[in-house]
């Protein structure tokens, strides 16, 4: 259920750049928590680099995909996405980390894949953020969400999200790791002293917070994969998408 062509690589030249691209991928998600974990260890003030790193590593998958020339209707459904994710943040602003965003960005990776799971995730931080106000946590947000997107549509690459159990346990999980993410940005950028100690500090005062972002998105993600996924699938079949 896959329409980016992620499934498999092509071969020759093609597939070098594939196999190459991949790897920039890999090596742009994996720098943000990379910075944040060596900011811990050597109790510096990194806020400023670790914020460059993250929104560097944002724009680099982008615009990774945007070389690839995708077309117009490759990206309309993860826009779509990104903005019914969008609303529902606003819509729900008044219930604290009650948001359908997660659910949204993990059915899009699921469905569409790990590049327009990316994007999705991206653009939903970015554009609700105009209303919630924009600032140093933005590009984490970005690529928070963007990351969780991008593993939903790896997991689904590979059938690990076919079963519901799973599929709840990821979209859990993948929330927990979300505020681990954004905590760590917080603690790196306003925490004194820094130590591995205050780092989990930080992380345990947020656990309910997490843990109620995480129930609420299975509840949404129980709500949306079969008619959401059931409509995203027709219209791969009928715009030819795949």
């Known amino acids: 259920m896959v329409m980016d062509g992620e499934g498999a690589a092509p071969g020759g030249p093609a597939g070098a750049r594939h196999a190459r691209g991949r790897a920039l991928e890999a090596a742009c998600l994996a720098a943000p928590p990379a910075v944040l974990v060596a900011a811990v260890l050597a109790g510096g003030a990194w806020a400023v680099p670790a914020l460059a790193v993250a929104a560097a590593s944002v724009g680099l998958v982008l615009a990774g995909w945007e070389r690839s020339v995708p077309a117009l209707r490759q990206l309309l459904p993860a826009v779509t996405l990104a903005a019914a994710a969008t609303a529902g943040r606003i819509l729900l602003a008044a219930v ?3 948001k359908p ?3 949204i960005v993990i059915l899009c990776g699921a469905c569409l894949g790990r ?8 653009l939903a931080a970015l ?5 919630f106000g924009q600032g140093m946590w933005t590009p ?7 990351l969780m ?5 790896a997991l689904a690459d590979r059938g690990l999200l076919a079963r519901r159990g799973a599929l709840c346990a990821y979209g859990f999980l993948s929330c927990m790791a979300y505020g681990a993410v954004l905590d760590a940005y917080t603690a790196v950028g306003f925490v004194r002293p820094l130590t591995p100690a205050s780092l989990l500090g930080c992380w345990a005062a947020s656990i309910p917070f997490d843990v109620v972002h995480g129930l609420s998105t299975v509840a949404f993600l ?5 008619p959401w996924g059931r409509a995203i699938r027709r219209t791969e079949t009928r715009y030819g998408l795949r």
């Open 140 to 146: 984490w947000q970005m690529y928070a969400w963007g």
């Open 101 to 103: 965003v997660s659910a």
């Open 115 to 122: 590049r327009p799971g990316f994007l999705c995730g991206a």
């Open 149 to 153: 997107g991008y593993v939903a549509g």
């Open 127 to 131: 554009a609700s953020n105009l209303f």
């Open 222 to 226: 129980l709500a949306v994969w079969v």
């Open 96 to 98: 604290p980390d009650v």
